[in-house]
């Protein structure tokens, strides 16, 4: 355990920027193979088609929770770190609210609590979220606030509580009152059986879990951060675009590079073309809930 700790120091020193600010991605094997291509493969191409981007990877820790996907992100010369769970490979594509699924979950947020202790913020991402543009140009850098975080459905206010949140991708700063907040989301794991991490930490944020701990918490806008449960109508403001409101990993590879598609086509059309990724109906995604 304690070599791993030690791997761990390392291969987040190596990724952090001079802020301690670290980008986190979790992957297994199921996120790496792919027929034509994976889901790891076009989250890269994000990266290299997006605006002020690619340097971006050079702060990308992949967490691998199985071999495969580590032997992977290493050939691919990434930031890898191998996370081990006792008694639990990860190895195979884990269905949404599956039981696996939650466990992976769970191990993430009790994985990302131990970085904040480590005294390292870190932006959160899924895999299936595009990096069109970059995000740190549209979050804030204002020390007072703790959390910000990616929305299903905005409601017009980034301060409201009301707004539903998706943890595929958020920002967190480092301090006492993230690394509570992080315990005491880890520690209702046992009694929440049934629910994904993501609805407990919700339920917490619409409670008096930030008043009792002061957090400043704001809700990210889907017209910059958008995703396929409300798409951004605006493809000259969206920054990212996460396949949430989708079941498998196919489905997303399918509808993301639709959306990689449209993106390539907006940057090489003239400027007074009309684009928008409201157009796009993600066909795959709406056809995996009947899988």
């Avoid at 039981?99 to 979950?105: R, S």
């Avoid at 017009?156 to 949140?165: A, H, L, T, V, Y």
């Amino acid at each position: 355990m304690t070599s791993q700790q030690d791997e761990l120091e390392l291969a987040l020193a190596e990724a952090s920027t001079e802020s301690r600010t670290v980008i986190i991605a979790m992957v297994n094997k199921a996120y790496v193979e792919g027929d034509d291509k994976s889901m790891l493969d076009l989250f890269l191409n994000g990266f290299w088609f997006g605006e002020n981007t690619r340097d971006l990877v050079n702060h990308l820790l992949l967490v691998n929770v199985d071999q495969a996907s580590y032997e992977r992100c290493k050939f691919l010369r990434l930031h890898c770190y191998k996370l081990e769970t006792d008694g639990v490979e990860f190895d195979r594509e884990e269905v949404y609210m599956s039981n696996e699924f939650i466990k992976m979950m769970w191990r993430r947020t009790f994985f990302l609590g131990e970085v904040l202790v480590r005294g390292y913020n870190f932006i959160f991402t899924d895999t299936d979220v595009l990096w069109l543009r970059n995000p740190f140009q549209r979050l804030s850098f204002n020390e007072n606030i703790d959390l910000q975080i990616s929305t299903d459905r905005f409601n017009g206010d980034q301060w409201s509580q009301r707004n539903p949140i998706n943890t595929g991708f958020y920002m967190v700063r480092s301090n006492k009152k993230t690394v509570q907040l992080f315990d005491l989301w880890y520690s209702r794991k046992e009694e929440s059986i049934g629910q994904k991490e993501q609805d407990v930490l919700d339920g917490m944020l619409h409670g008096e879990v930030l008043e009792n701990l002061g957090l400043r918490v704001r809700f990210l806008n889907t017209l910059y951060f958008s995703g396929f449960c409300q798409d951004s109508k605006d493809i000259r403001a969206v920054t990212t675009v996460h396949a949430n409101c989708c079941r498998t990993v196919s489905a997303k590879v399918a509808d993301l590079s639709a959306v990689i598609d449209t993106w390539k086509r907006f940057k090489r059309s003239a400027a007074n073309e009309t684009f928008t990724f409201g157009d796009l109906r993600h066909a795959a995604c709406a056809h995996s809930w009947g899988k």
